[in-house]
């Protein structure tokens, strides 16, 4: 029979529904389409909605996270950001000179 129980275990955890049948724990809808509609159509329907609540559950999350993060930490990261962003750039300069110089060494070799 049908055991809708086995849908809720966890769900506030990371794994916030499994399987009955083969006990394991679906993050998306196309885990459930492959595993879960097989056996019963009502079954895979609960499981690629429950599916789509823990996708939903992990952007809000997500979101909250960065919020919170911007909150506390923001000023810092943006220091981060720019010394990351300020590195980049010279390492694109010294590669677009290391290029320059090869290219014209290779076209002097070219002509001789």
């Not at 086995?6 to 399987?19: E, H, P, Q, S």
Request: glycine share 2%; hydrophobic share 35%; with cysteine.
């Amino acid at each position: 029979m049908f055991r809708l129980s086995c849908y809720f275990t966890n769900f506030i955890g990371l794994r916030v529904f499994a399987d009955c049948d083969n006990n394991k724990c679906h993050k998306d809808a196309t885990d459930c389409k492959s595993d879960c509609s097989e056996h019963r159509h009502q079954k895979g329907h609960l499981c690629e909605l429950m599916a789509l609540a823990h996708s939903a559950h992990e952007k809000l999350l997500k979101e909250k996270m960065k919020a919170n993060m911007e909150v506390k930490i923001g000023k810092k990261l943006d220091k981060v950001a720019d010394l990351v962003v300020d590195a980049m750039i010279e390492k694109y300069k010294k590669n677009e000179e290391f290029e320059n110089k090869l290219n014209e060494s290779l076209k002097k070799k070219a002509v001789e």
